[in-house]
C-alpha cells in the first residue's frame, strides 16, 4: 500500500511538473482548399518548423523568467471571407496570443475589417486580436485596422527597383505592355498600382495591357494585342494558371518580347509545373530564395515537417521568429488569466518595431504595419528559379 | 475586318470544347430528362486520371494519354450515375440535382488533395501546328477538337439510330415504362448512357487539358456553366444542337471579348442565352414532342 | 462565447438564403438566383449605410425592396421557361448580376479616402455594427430577429391558404389551374417574397463580413441556395434551418478536426443524404 502511494504521488509530483511547462499559443490560419491549398499546407509547415527550432533552443523566455514552449495550431479557412471570420472569432475564444495568416487575400480585407480599427477606441466594438500576415500580399490592408500587421514583400519597392535594373542593363528596351487577370484583387492591383506605375516611373512607355479572368482558357485574343503592341516587355501579373495558358498561347502565336516579367506569387513551383518550357526567362522579383545561410537552413528545416519553402512559407517562418522577439522583449506571461493583456502587449510590441531580422536581410518595418523585405530577382531556367540578381 | 475573321474562326474553333461538354449534357438529359451537374467535373477528373499514364509509362505519347482519360471519364461516368441516379427514386426531381451537386463537389476536391490544387502541364497533339493563311492563322490542335467532336457526334448518333442499344436508349427517354414492359432494363440503359457520356467526356477533358496546355481545378465550373447554357442554346436533347450551339457560343463569347471587354464578356453570353429563351425556348434543333 | 456568437450571425444569414429559395422551390421552380437578389441587397444596404450614412435597419428595408423588385422583373419571363430550363435561365441570370458588380464602380471621398464599391476589388469598410460600438452579440440577435420573422411568416403561410395554394402550384400545375388558381400570380408573389428576403438576407451578409466583392456571390452561393431546402425538405421550415445548422454549424466548424478530410466528406455526405433520404430530412408535404 505504501509502495502505492509512494508511485502515486511521484506520478503526480511528474505531473504537475509537467503540467508546469508552460506554453505560448500560436494560431495559423490559410488556405488549405482548393487550388491555393498548398500555400496553407507550407504556412502551416514552415509555422510548425519555426516553433520546433525555438523550442529545441528552450523556448520563448516569459516576463517572469521561466521558458514557454511555443504550440502552433493551423486552421484551414477554405480562401473564405466567412470562414476566415469565423476562424478569427474562434481563435479569439482560445488562448492563443496571435494569429499569423490569412494566405488570400480576399480574406485578410473582410477580417481586417472586423478587428477594432484603433487600439483603445472604446466605440468601436470590433475584436482585438493582433493578426500577423504571412501571405495575403494585396496592396494597402494592414491599414485598415491597428491591430493588423503584415510581413509581406512590398511589390511598389521591388517592381521599382526591377524596373530600374532592367533599364540599366538593358538600355535598349524601352517599352512595357502588360496582360492582366482581372478579377482577382493582387493581380489587378498589381498591374495597375504597381507595375504600370512603376515602369512608367523608371522610363519606360506602357503601350497599354490586355485583360483576361482568372479561371479563363482562351487567350488568343489578347495574345494577339500583345504581338500588335510589340513591346520590348511584356508583363504578366497573373497566377499560374492563366499565366502558363498566355505563355503557351504565345508560344503558339511566335509572340518573343525581348524580356518577360511575372508577377510575385508566381515565383513559384506551380508555374513550373504547369509549364516550365514556355516560362523559360522571365523574371520574377521575389522575398526568398535559399540563397543565405538561414534561408538554406530554414529551408531545410520546413522540408522536415513536409512544406516548401518560398516567399509566402518563408515569411510564415520569420513571423514565428519575430513574434518570440515581441513576446521577450515586452514580457509576456502567458498565463490564461492575462490573456487580453499579452495579446495588447504582443500588438504593441509588433508596432513599435523598426525593423526585423529576415531570412534574406534586414527588413524595414513600416509606419502603416507593413514591411519593406529585402529582395532579390529570380529567372526560370531549365525548370527551376535561379538566382538573376541579388542587390543586396 | 481580319481582325474580326480571326477573332472570330479563334472563338468558334475554341467552341469546339464547349461543343465536347454540351453533347455530354445533352445525351444525359435527352435519355433521362435530368441534368447530371457533374458532368464537367468529371470529365476534368477523367482529364487528371489521363494524366497517370504519363506515370505509368514514361513519355507515352499524348494519344496514350487521352485514351487513358477517356477510359477514366467512362468510370466516372458509371460512379456518377450509381451514386446519383440508380438508387434515388426518379419520381423526385430534385434528389438528383442536389446529389450531382454533391458528387462535382467531391470530384473537385478529390483532385485538389491528390494534385494539392496546382495546375497540372497537359501533353497536347499538334499544338504547335498552326495553319497559316497569310497573317490568318488556324490552330491545328482545335480543329483536331472540332473534327473529334464531328466524329463523337456522328459515331453517337450512328450508335442512337443504328444500334439495338440505341433503339433501346431512344425507347427509355420517349417512354420509360412502355420500353420495361417490351423487357428493356432501363436501370441498364441508362448506365450505358452514363458510361457513354462519361467516356466522351473524359476524352473531352483531355482534349480541353490539351488545348489550355494546363489541367486546374478552376476549369470546372466555367465548363459547367458554359455547357449548361452550350445545352439550352442547342436544344435539350439535340446531339447536332450542342455542336452548332457550342461553336455559336464560342464564337459570340469571343467577338463580345473583342467589342466590350472581357470583364464584360459572360453578361453578353448570358444575354444571348435569354434571347434563345425568349424567341425560341426549344433552342436551335428543339425536340419533338 | 463570441465565436458562438458569430456562428450563430453565419447560420442566421443563410437561413435567410435559404428561405428564399424554399419560398419558389414550393411552387416548383428551382432557382439559381437567389445569389443574386442576395448581392443586390448586400450592395444596395451597404452603399446606403457606408455612401449615404444611413442607419441599417432602413437599409436593409431598401435592400430587400430592391431585391423583390429584381426578383418580380424575372418571375414573368420565368414563367416561360419550364424544368430544368429555368435552372439554367436562372443560373445565368445570376451570374449577371455578378458580372454587373464585378463591373461597378461608385466612389465618393469621405475624409480624405475614396470608399464604395470598386468593380473587381470589392467594396470594403462596410463597419456599421463595429462602428456603433454593436458586439457580437448584439448582431446576432439582430440577425435572428430577422430570421424569425421571416421563418414566422412562411410557417404562417404553409398555415394559410396561401401557403396551400403554392404547393399544390407545385404538385401539379395543370391541376391547380383547373381549380382556378392564377399560376401567374402565384409563381411571381412566390419569387417576389423570396427576393424580397434574399435581399434582407444579403444586406446582413455585407455588413457582417465588412468586405464584399463579386465572387462572394457566385454559383456555388446560387447552389447553396437551393441546397439548404432541398436537403432539408420542403415540409416545413425548420427542414432548410436543420440543413444549414448541418452545413455550417456541423460541418464547417465541427469538422474543422478532421482537417483535410472535412472537404472530401461535405460532397460525399450530401450525397449520401440525398440517397438516403431523397426528400429531404425532414421529408415533403404529406409525405
Known amino acids: 500500500m505504501k509502495k502505492i502511494a509512494i508511485a502515486v504521488a511521484v506520478a503526480l509530483a511528474a505531473g504537475s511538473a509537467y503540467a508546469q511547462e508552460k506554453t505560448v499559443k500560436i494560431a495559423g490560419f490559410g488556405a488549405k482548399s482548393g487550388v491555393v491549398r498548398s500555400f496553407g499546407v507550407n504556412s502551416e509547415a514552415a509555422m510548425i518548423a519555426a516553433a520546433d527550432v525555438i523550442n529545441n533552443q528552450g523556448g520563448v523566455k516569459l516576463a517572469d523568467g521561466s521558458k514557454a514552449k511555443i504550440a502552433v495550431e ?25 494569429a499569423v495568416g490569412p494566405t488570400c487575400s480576399n480574406v485578410a480585407e473582410p477580417l481586417f475589417g472586423i478587428l477594432q480599427k484603433k487600439v483603445d477606441d472604446k466605440g468601436d466594438s470590433g475584436l482585438q486580436m493582433p493578426v500577423f500576415t504571412d501571405v495575403a500580399i494585396k496592396i494597402g490592408l494592414a491599414r485598415i485596422s491597428e491591430w493588423a500587421f503584415r510581413n509581406v514583400p512590398n511589390e511598389t519597392t521591388m517592381y521599382s527597383s526591377l524596373f530600374y535594373w532592367l533599364k540599366t542593363k538593358y538600355p535598349d528596351v524601352q517599352s512595357v505592355y502588360g496582360g492582366v487577370e482581372e478579377d482577382f484583387a493582387h493581380s489587378r492591383a498589381s498591374w495597375y498600382a504597381v507595375m504600370k506605375d512603376r515602369a512608367e516611373a523608371n522610363g519606360y512607355k506602357v503601350i497599354g495591357n490586355s485583360k483576361w479572368l482568372v479561371n479563363d482558357t482562351n487567350f488568343s485574343t489578347q495574345v494577339r494585342e500583345i504581338k500588335h503592341a510589340n513591346a520590348d516587355i511584356v508583363a504578366i501579373s497573373a497566377h499560374p494558371f492563366t499565366t502558363c495558358g498566355v505563355l503557351k498561347e504565345m508560344q503558339r502565336q511566335g509572340v518573343k518580347p525581348k524580356l518577360l516579367v511575372g508577377l510575385t506569387s508566381s515565383s513559384s513551383l506551380e508555374t513550373l509545373q ?75 510590441g509588433l508596432a513599435k518595431l523598426k525593423q526585423t531580422q529576415g531570412l534574406l536581410g534586414v527588413t524595414r518595418r513600416t509606419e502603416d504595419r507593413e514591411a519593406d523585405k529585402p529582395y532579390l530577382f529570380v529567372q526560370a531556367k531549365g525548370g527551376s528559379w535561379v538566382v538573376l540578381h541579388n542587390p543586396l | ?30 435519355v433521362m430528362h435530368k441534368i447530371n451537374m457533374a458532368y464537367a467535373a468529371a470529365s476534368v477528373g477523367g482529364a487528371y486520371a489521363g494524366l497517370l499514364v504519363l506515370k505509368a509509362v514514361a513519355a507515352a505519347p499524348a494519344w496514350m494519354v487521352f485514351f487513358g482519360a477517356f477510359l477514366a471519364g467512362g468510370m466516372l461516368g458509371w460512379l456518377v450515375y450509381v451514386t446519383c441516379f440508380h438508387f434515388i427514386p426518379l419520381s423526385s426531381p430534385l434528389a438528383p440535382l442536389m446529389s450531382t451537386v454533391g458528387m462535382l463537389l467531391l470530384i473537385d476536391e478529390v483532385i485538389v488533395h491528390l494534385t494539392a490544387g496546382m495546375p497540372q502541364n497537359y501533353p497536347a497533339m499538334f499544338d504547335d501546328v498552326m495553319l497559316r493563311f497569310g497573317e490568318f492563322t488556324l490552330r491545328g490542335d482545335l480543329l483536331l477538337v472540332f473534327g473529334i467532336s464531328v466524329l463523337a457526334m456522328i459515331g453517337l448518333l450512328a450508335l442512337l439510330y443504328r444500334s439495338r442499344l440505341g433503339l433501346a436508349t431512344r425507347a427509355v427517354a420517349q417512354q420509360p415504362i412502355a420500353a420495361q414492359l ?83 464578356r459572360d453578361m453578353y453570353v448570358m444575354l444571348l442565352l435569354f434571347a434563345f429563351l425568349v424567341f425560341r425556348p426549344g433552342g436551335l434543333f428543339p425536340a419533338k414532342s | 462565447m463570441d465565436f458562438y456568437f458569430g456562428l450563430a ?50 437599409a436593409l428595408g431598401v435592400g430587400s425592396m430592391l431585391g423583390a423588385v429584381t426578383a418580380c422583373a424575372v418571375g414573368f419571363p420565368a414563367l416561360r421557361v419550364k424544368g430544368l430550363m429555368l435552372v439554367v435561365a436562372t443560373l445565368a441570370f445570376g451570374e449577371g448580376v455578378r458580372l454587373f458588380f464585378f463591373n461597378f464602380d461608385y466612389q465618393v471621398a469621405k475624409g480624405g479616402i475614396r470608399v464604395g464599391p470598386l468593380g473587381g476589388e470589392g467594396f470594403r469598410q462596410i463597419r456599421f455594427f463595429q462602428e456603433h460600438g454593436w458586439t457580437t452579440g448584439e448582431v446576432m440577435l439582430f440577425i435572428w430577429v430577422f430570421v424569425i420573422a421571416v421563418m414566422a411568416l412562411l410557417w404562417w403561410f404553409d398555415r394559410s391558404r396561401y401557403g396551400a395554394v403554392l404547393r399544390s402550384v407545385g404538385e401539379d400545375e395543370v391541376a391547380a389551374q383547373s381549380v382556378g388558381i392564377n399560376l401567374t400570380a402565384v409563381k411571381v408573389s412566390a419569387m417576389t417574397v423570396g427576393g424580397a428576403i434574399a435581399g434582407v438576407g444579403g444586406g446582413l451578409y455585407a455588413h457582417y463580413t465588412t468586405h464584399i466583392e463579386h465572387a462572394n456571390f457566385n454559383v456555388l452561393l446560387a447552389t447553396f441556395a437551393i441546397a439548404y431546402p432541398i436537403v432539408g425538405g420542403l415540409r416545413t421550415v425548420f427542414g432548410t434551418l436543420t440543413a444549414v ?41 404529406g409525405a
Open chain 2, 182 to 264: 417490351c423487357g428493356i432494363r432501363v436501370t441498364r440503359v441508362n448506365a450505358l448512357t452514363f458510361v457513354i457520356a462519361g467516356l466522351l467526356g473524359g476524352l473531352a477533358g483531355a482534349l480541353i487539358g490539351a488545348s489550355v496546355g494546363a489541367l486546374s481545378p478552376l476549369l470546372t465550373t466555367p465548363l459547367t456553366v458554359k455547357g449548361l447554357v452550350v445545352t439550352v442554346i442547342g436544344g435539350l436533347g439535340s446531339i447536332p444542337g450542342a455542336i452548332v450551339a457550342g461553336l455559336l457560343v464560342g464564337g459570340f463569347e469571343n467577338l463580345f471579348q473583342q467589342f466590350r471587354g472581357v470583364t464584360e
Open chain 3, 9 to 58: 450571425q453565419t447560420v442566421g444569414i443563410h437561413t435567410l438564403l435559404g428561405l428564399s429559395a424554399y419560398i419558389v422551390l414550393l411552387t416548383g421552380q428551382v432557382s439559381l438566383a437567389q445569389a443574386a437578389f442576395f448581392a443586390i441587397g448586400a450592395y444596395s444596404a451597404g452603399m446606403l449605410t457606408v455612401l449615404a450614412g444611413w442607419h441599417v435597419v432602413p
Open chain 1, 274 to 348: 504547369g509549364c516550365a518550357k514556355q516560362a523559360e526567362g522571365i523574371i520574377i522579383p521575389t522575398s526568398f530564395a535559399p540563397v543565405t545561410k538561414e534561408g538554406k537552413a530554414a529551408a531545410e528545416t520546413t522540408a522536415k515537417f513536409k512544406g516548401a519553402a518560398d516567399l509566402h512559407s518563408m515569411a510564415a517562418w520569420e513571423n514565428i521568429f519575430i513574434l518570440k522577439q515581441v513576446m521577450e522583449s515586452e514580457g509576456i506571461s502567458a498565463d490564461k488569466s492575462q490573456l487580453q493583456a499579452d495579446r495588447r502587449k504582443v500588438r504593441d
Open chain 3, 245 to 285: 445548422i448541418f452545413v455550417q454549424a456541423f460541418l464547417i466548424e465541427g469538422l474543422r478536426f478532421l482537417g483535410d478530410w472535412r472537404n472530401l466528406l461535405f460532397g460525399a455526405l450530401i450525397v449520401l443524404a440525398m440517397n438516403l433520404r431523397p426528400h429531404g430530412l425532414f421529408g415533403r408535404h
Open chain 2, 1 to 30: 475586318m481580319l481582325d474580326f475573321l480571326q477573332t472570330l474562326s479563334d472563338g468558334v474553333l475554341f467552341g469546339a470544347i464547349y461543343a465536347l461538354i454540351g453533347i455530354g449534357f445533352t445525351l444525359v438529359f435527352g
Open chain 1, 74 to 98: 493551423f486552421y484551414d479557412d477554405r480562401c473564405t471571407a466567412e470562414e476566415g471570420i469565423s476562424i478569427i472569432r474562434r481563435i479569439y475564444g482560445t488562448d492563443a496570443v496571435v
